[in-house]
């Protein structure tokens, strides 16, 4: 390949290359707690931003001290901390009272919740 080839190959790429973009992708979550009561919540994730979020009375409440790698993601929220296998759907929440130990559940990928704030 010769000077001019690689050039316009360089200026190609370049004209139809974009930086990645950050893609919120929700859950829909749902779990047992203590008193054998199935609770559901949505969250939103964002793996380039590192950030996760519940869907709670039409508002989203931020997690803190997020962890997202390609196995999990993990946050805290006040009154509880949520790990989420990506593998398998396996979601375990765990109370910050320290009472009722570890509660187990699931999560699916699901389009927004009526109402979610826009990306």
Known sequence: MCHRQVLAMAALLTA????????????ACKFTDQRGAVRTFHMVFDDLRGTAALFDGGTLVDGSGTSINFQSIR????????????????????????????????????????????S
């Open 16 to 27: 139809v290359a974009w930086p990645a973009q950050a893609e919120p992708r929700w859950l």
């Open 75 to 118: 946050t805290r929220f006040p009154a509880f901390a949520l790990t989420y296998n990506r593998n398998d759907g396996a979601l375990s929440v765990t109370p910050q009272d320290g009472f009722g130990g570890i509660l187990n559940g699931d999560c699916r990928r699901s389009p927004p919740p009526p109402g979610a704030p826009r």
